[in-house]
């Protein structure tokens, strides 16, 4: 083996996980956002690898430097924020190439018609940013949105082989933790609350209306409405784990069971991914998954 047999690969480096909390108090009404931010930069970043000169290297602890700068004007729409940060790291750093950003955003509603009393809120909204210095992908969604239908959700007909012990149902609960990506279109004038809210009630009701006879019917039902709504997105992708709850056998106890007692197993579990795509969209591959 000769030294022309091996090379430096792909590479990024990055500040991971950020935590930034800004309270905004223009009056007695106060207004928090509460962010965990995420950086990857890539590009002209052999020298670093291959002989330890750092010189083109914006350190880790610049970068989480500049959220907090950056958040001392004000946060906004995290898409809006996160497409701030990409821009400058590639804009001001001649050896950087790419950034990718990526926030999770938490969520905190108020205590009744309190000013500044909070109670954390269900769901984590999420954006990530790529911007190459010529062109931005913006990547929304939302986390940990858990949901359950105690019936109309249904499972048979499936392949049996000689493993299979799994009965099949005609009346089941549904329950899963949706983490969902939607890709826009453009990363420019955007109304990008608009878009998460009518999103997410879109996947909602997709969830709540579908009558399931898998969770891959309901997936694509989830994704499929959130596209014919929101003409601005090109792809939903989804990752439901299905959170089972088996029924409890009470007949040991001289007990019926019709339906109402149930074990709710937290591991192992399906995880059912997918994507739903307008068609035309450009391909975006794995990248943003």
């Known amino acids: 083996m000769t030294d022309q047999d091996i090379r430096l690969g792909d590479n990024q480096y990055g500040k991971a ?25 890539a590009g002209d970043l052999s020298a670093t690898h291959l002989t330890g000169d750092n010189a083109g290297v914006l350190p880790t602890d610049t970068q ?10 004000g946060v906004g729409e995290i898409e809006a924020f996160a497409l701030r940060l990409a821009r400058h790291f590639v804009d001001s750093t001649p050896t950087i190439h790419r950034a990718r950003v990526k926030i999770e955003q938490y969520r905190w509603e108020r205590i009744g018609d309190r000013d500044h009393s909070f109670v ?3 769901g984590t909204r999420t954006a990530t940013v790529t911007y190459d210095g010529t062109a931005a992908t913006v990547v929304s969604g939302v986390d940990d949105l858990v949901l359950m239908n105690t019936t109309g959700s249904e499972f048979h007909g499936f392949h049996n082989d000689e493993y ?67 003409d601005e997105l090109v792809e939903v992708r989804l990752s439901l ?3 089972h709850h088996f029924l409890v056998d009470l ?8 339906g109402e007692v149930f074990f709710a197993a937290d591991r192992p579990y399906g995880l ?7 068609d035309g969209a450009p391909d975006a591959g794995l990248a943003w998954w």
């Open 241 to 243: 784990p299905n959170k």
């Open 251 to 258: 007949s040991p106890f001289e007990l019926d069971n019709p």
């Open 272 to 278: 059912i991914e997918g994507s739903v795509v307008r």
């Open 17 to 41: 996980e950020t935590r930034l909390v800004r309270v905004d108090r223009g009056g007695d009404r106060h207004v928090v956002t509460d962010l965990n931010v995420s950086t990857a930069l």
């Open 120 to 122: 954390r809120g269900a």
């Open 164 to 230: 299979t012990t799994l009965p099949e149902t005609h009346d089941r609960i549904l329950a899963t933790a949706v983490s969902a990506r939607w890709r826009h279109g453009a990363a420019e004038n955007a109304d990008w609350t608009g878009s998460h809210h009518t999103a997410c009630r879109h996947l909602l009701d997709a969830f709540a209306d579908t009558h399931s006879l898998s969770l891959q019917q309901t997936l694509y039902a989830m994704g499929e409405q959130v596209l014919r709504h929101r």
């Open 64 to 73: 989480k430097n500049t959220v907090y700068a950056f958040a001392r004007d």
